[in-house]
């Protein structure tokens, strides 16, 4: 859907915010660009959306060129910017009118009111838009860029600052725009929302993209495991028998943790030279250790994110 | 050509001006009747005809013409300002809109105004002063041609501002002390020779000059002159925000 090829960004001031950037997003996904403040994120989605000139590089949407062929590009992408950018003095279902006015699409108040009313926006439809809180601007923000039916949204930080159930409707309405065929680009913070939602994952950082795959795919090969076994008395130390199983043990001797990888390819917990899960809970027994409990918890995108960025120089 | 954008944004213009209706029309309006109370009844009264027209007559066109120009400039200038202060610029950018439908949609929207706020002007003057207009199709034209050079010139000034300090300072210390000394209240024969000869460098004159030969058939300089001095203005304002667009000067980074 969207073609992104050798992508560079250079600022007048001199900053490099992209450099050779090459993406390809696909029809209907839902992908989630990912990467710390300034790493070129919003650049990204400015070049995209015609806000900002590339310095090199290409990008078409539905084959059609964001330069060359600009108004077939910018009619199938709506926008909702990362700043809450409203009007003030004028009115909310006027304001959503104009949008779809500018993308030169017919008036359908049919539609309009299905949209305010999809985003809880109905009520509000008369209020001036000063007079709205936050959140409700934010929901408007989506309405306009919604207002033109387009195929491609762009979601620059959309909950950044709304609240628990204004984030939870937000999901809501993503999935349901997936389920429409729309295409969703998403950059955020909050990498919980990636992990909810996306179908892909792009990991940007200085300027250049780091990785792009799939989300569940990313979380099984880079993602650990942690299975820890509490313990009915304290140990002094590691058994010897337990000694490949490279265990660490809380600094109270009441935790025995054990990390693996996520992949689970052959015996369960097996990974290349990982002894598995089932092998150590037998040692454990043969060691006379009583277990009182145990728990296992997944790596989050979060963790993998953090990883990665650090990795970078 | 996306007309439905241009309509877009000339009726998101033009409601701001239904909004803001004191400001818009109510102001001006009454800052002009002042003049013709204090120039045209009060002082007027005392003054000789000027080439066979009452004080108070020849005033009227560069009363309008000095409205005209001011508020041509003010409401494109802040029109385009605005959503670049507020950043609700992104969505004009982001539209498959074309430079020339932007520029239609905000400087017609501006031109609107300030020919309906000189034509509301014109009628006011008609309650205190007897009005003949010898060229009314000429005078609807120059009026047209002067708003939209003038909504165009704000539209320059409002993506060049970067701050409202700016905005203001072009009509403040330009525009209006042009059209003071581009004979809004004066014929340029009443001047000295030199001062005469400084006049003609001052574009204004040749405005307000063709607008009051559309209304007495008097001029200071000839009709055609005024039109051509008019268009090679509008071609200038043209030629700019053509430069603006493609660099995207102030707009784009």
Redesign the interface.
Known sequence: MISIAHLSKTYASGHSALKDVSLDIRRGEIFALLGPNGAGKTTLISIVCGLVTPSAGTVSVDGHDIITDYRAARAKIGLVPQELTTDSFERVRDNVCFSRGLFGRPPDPAYIETLLRSLSLWEKRDALIRTLSGGMKRRLLIAKALSHQPEVLFLDEPTAGVDVELRRDMWNLVRTLREEGVTIILTTHYLEEAEEMADRVGVINHGELILVEDKAALMKKLGEKRLTLELSAPLAGVPDLLAPFDLALAPDGRELTYTYAAAKEGAPGERAGHPAVADLLRAVAASGIAVRDLRTRESSLEEIFVSLVRREP | M????I???Y??EM??TL?TLLQSVVSPVISTTLYFVVFGSAIGGHMADIEGVPYGAFLVPGLIMLTLLTQSVANASFAIYFPRF???I?????????PLEIVTGYVGAAATKSVALGLIILATAALFTPLTILHPLWMLGFLVLTAVTFALLGFIIGIWADSFEKLQLIPMLVITPLTFLGGAFYSVEMLPPAWRTVTLFNPVLYLISGFRWSFFGLSDVSVEVSLAMTLGFLALCLVIVHFIFRT?YRM??
Not at chain 2, 2 to 5: D, K
Not at chain 2, 90 to 98: C, G, H, N
């Open positions: 996306n007309l439905r954008a309509r877009a944004i009726v998101f409601a701001r909004r507020s950043g609700t992104y969505e004009i950018l982001s539209a498959p809109v074309s995207g784009k980074s």
